[in-house]
């Protein structure tokens, strides 16, 4: 029922629910920890590593005795370990993958959904989960966020352009060629992904040049598109106006970096972190990749669980409490580096982020369909354990579901459809194959996308 008034809505009262949408969404994200957490961490910017790690060690044995005693599958999982909440003893406890979280995750909750933050997520995997952040916890979390930003001016109610999977526009917008929703409140105009296409880019562009927009947040593919587009029809955009590009959900290419940066006059920061809690990765002035141990822990380890500088990265961030995620395989690769940076902040050093791939889906109608959108295709389902999408030829999709045959019903699938149906458009064929396992690949990965059609797309 929102749905179908928002559709039928004008613009102005389109973007007024927006503004409306967030200024309740903020409300909980810059609450009254908010203040007392980014104090601390502008405070902190300047430590040495051994007192970074001292804070890291306190808020580690803090925050396994709250998951200890909260969250029955921990006290359960722990009860043979000798003083777990010593970081000296972490390698003891087990290592969770996402499929043994999923099925545990009742246990797991630390509060109430009524309580707290929920976070629904399919990830770059392909498997659904769902967590619950307190409201400390989210206000942390952005605190972080926004200390990282901060450092090249940023703040809540600077002009930005924000490009994700928020799906917002109406067929009307579409045919009138509008492709953003604009936040007048916040100064934020959210540009469609769902969109990307040549025929679209333009528009974009054009709209884009005349915002002006301080800052660029989001999916770093559509930004791509966009930057090539204008760098190849002689587009000139203003100088000094973009202050920062913050990237997320993606792997940053060096094609994209360059291509980005160059049309947009602006250097581009990248991140690290995840829809379940991860813990922080930032980019510092020098282009280097500083883990926050703050944050959480990272451990980089081989297939024996060892540890090595390049491997399969295991979390345990400080910032989920309503979901305490201990030892988690969130799925992704990083290589440590052992250099030293002359930025000032004394964090240890991460050479690569190796573990989410750029891959993409193709619509004809629609343009490339990016893995942050392809992942939020399970919004609002549940029972879908995993998912990836096979593309063959320019028309088709087949898309392998693993399902949860307890909880998956008609009416979850009719949902996923249609969030397929927002990304793809109305002329593509969409294939359903009911599966019961999805394998990984002979590396160990799991791929959510196999495009074999790349060499046909421009």
């Known amino acids: 029922m929102k749905d179908k008034l928002y559709q039928i809505l004008p613009v102005f009262f389109q973007n007024t629910l927006i503004s409306i949408y967030n200024y309740l969404e903020y409300k909980k994200r810059y609450g009254k920890h908010y203040k007392h957490f980014k104090q601390t961490f502008e405070e902190n910017s300047s430590l040495s590593k051994n007192e970074l790690l001292a804070i890291q060690k306190e808020c580690y044995k803090t925050f396994i005795k709250y998951a200890i005693e909260k969250a029955p599958f921990y006290r359960n999982l722990y009860q043979n370990i000798e003083n777990p909440e010593d970081i000296a003893n972490i390698s003891k406890l087990p290592i969770l993958d996402k499929e043994t979280i999923r099925t545990n995750i009742q246990h797991i909750y630390t509060i109430p959904s009524s309580k707290g933050i929920i976070s629904k997520t399919g990830g770059t995997t392909g498997k659904s989960l769902k967590v619950y952040f307190t409201y400390r916890d989210m206000q942390e979390r952005f605190a972080f966020l926004d200390n990282f930003r901060s450092s090249v001016g940023y703040k809540l109610g600077k ?45 974009y562009v054009e709209d884009l040049i005349k915002l002006k927009p301080e800052y660029l947040v989001g999916f770093p593919s559509s930004m791509l598109e ?9 587009y000139d955009f203003p100088k000094d106006i973009v ?26 920061y990248d991140q690290y972190a995840s829809s379940e809690g991860a813990p922080f990765i930032f980019e510092c002035e020098n ?30 961030p400080f910032t989920t409490s309503g979901t305490p995620l201990i030892r988690y395989d969130i799925g992704d690769e990083v290589e440590l580096s052992d250099k030293t940076c002359t930025c000032g902040n ?60 307890t909880v998956f019903n008609e009416t979850i699938e009719k949902t996923f459809l249609n969030n397929w149906r927002d990304r793809l458009g109305t002329q593509m064929k969409i294939k359903l194959a009911y ?14 996308v196999k495009n074999n059609i790349k060499h046909l797309i421009d």
């Open 159 to 203: 002009k930005t352009a924000w490009f994700s999977g928020k799906n917002l526009l109406t067929k009307s917008d579409v045919k009138k060629h509008r492709f953003w929703k604009t936040d007048h409140l916040y100064k934020v105009r959210y540009y469609s992904t769902f969109h990307i296409k040549q025929a679209y880019l333009k528009y």
């Open 226 to 234: 966009i930057a090539k587009y204008g760098i190849k029809h002689n």
């Open 243 to 268: 202050k920062g590009i913050f990237p997320t959900a993606e792997t940053i290419s060096q094609e994209m970096r360059v291509s980005i940066e160059t049309f947009f006059k602006s250097k581009m």
């Open 287 to 316: 282009n280097k990749l500083h883990v926050e141990l703050q944050s959480g822990v990272f451990e980089v380890l081989n297939d024996k669980n060892e540890p090595v500088k390049k491997g399969k990265l295991v979390v345990t």
């Open 346 to 405: 004394n964090n240890p050093l991460v050479k690569e982020i190796l573990g989410r791939i750029d891959d993409y889906v193709y619509s004809p109608e629609n343009g490339k369909i990016n893995l942050g959108n392809v992942s939020n295709t399970l919004k609002d389902t549940k029972g879908i354990v995993k998912f990836q999408v096979l593309q063959d030829t320019l028309n088709e999709v087949e898309i392998k579901v693993q399902i949860d045959t």
């Open 435 to 448: 599966v019961p396992n999805i394998p990984s690949e002979r590396s160990g990965k799991f791929r959510i």
